[in-house]
């Protein structure tokens, strides 16, 4: 059982290139999500989408872009990366109201 | 909004010892509350959660919190702690707004042999 599945699991990006990270699941939820994760900053949403077709902004979406191409799929865009982007990203998935399960997270760095 | 603290950024403990991770809450309405715990390069991984019920939650790997509606807590426990217990923990609430889950900033623990 796969769970959630993030490509790529580590990039390095030059300030103004563009790139876009993979997420999928194979647990049939509806809902996904897309974190950063910076120290001592805990675990702030990016984007979440709470079925297919639908997406909304989290806490902190500027700079990002996002698409729900399937119920499997939830990919994140970054369209020209900066220094500020570099960080642990983490795509979940979620049925209801249970627990979230996440991927093992891409390491970004934007020099 | 919903949110949660977790007031310490690091806990120390001596492996055999009890150890407590804390994290307080706020919400409005009833509260859905979660306990992670992340090893180094790893992701998130689901230890318990309160939705309804007992105050006492049983979680994976040994783990419980109990959940305090009066004091707006719901600290992780454990008996006997192991020098693998050594990670990040994080407490979750939900978010009814936005259907998603609202992190605390993580306590790292550090379990001595």
């Known amino acids: 059982n796969?769970?959630?599945t993030q490509t790529p699991k580590f990039q390095v990006l030059k300030t103004g290139q563009s790139m876009t990270l993979q997420c999928a699941q194979d647990m049939n939820h509806n809902s996904m999500y897309w974190y950063r994760q910076d120290p001592g900053m805990g675990l702030r949403l990016i984007y979440y989408s709470a079925s297919e077709g639908t997406t909304d902004k989290g806490e902190?979406?500027?700079?990002y872009n996002v698409s729900r191409l399937n119920k499997r799929e939830f990919?994140?865009?970054?369209?020209?990366?900066?220094p500020s982007q570099t960080s642990v990203?983490?795509?979940a998935s979620r049925r209801g109201e249970g627990e979230a399960f996440f991927g093992q997270g891409t390491r970004l760095t934007v020099v | 909004a919903q949110s949660v603290a977790q007031p310490e950024d690091q806990v120390n403990v001596a492996e055999g010892n009890p150890l407590t991770v804390k994290c307080t809450y706020s919400v409005s309405g009833n509260p859905y509350l979660f306990w992670y715990v992340q090893y180094p390069n790893r992701g998130l991984q689901f230890l318990l959660k309160y939705i309804t019920g007992d105050n006492l939650v049983k979680g994976s790997y040994g783990f419980e919190a109990e959940f305090n509606k009066s004091q707006t807590s719901f600290h992780l426990k454990k008996p006997s702690a192991l020098v693998s217990d050594s990670a990040l923990y994080f407490c979750a609430v939900r978010d009814t707004g936005r259907r998603a889950l609202t992190f605390g900033s993580g306590t790292r623990l550090q379990v001595q042999p």
Do not use: D, Q, T
Not at chain 1, 75 to 82: I, K, T
């Open chain 1, 2 to 4: 796969a769970g959630v």
């Open chain 1, 60 to 63: 902190v979406p500027n700079g």
């Open chain 1, 75 to 82: 990919s994140l865009r970054l369209e020209s990366a900066a």
């Open chain 1, 89 to 91: 990203y983490f795509c």
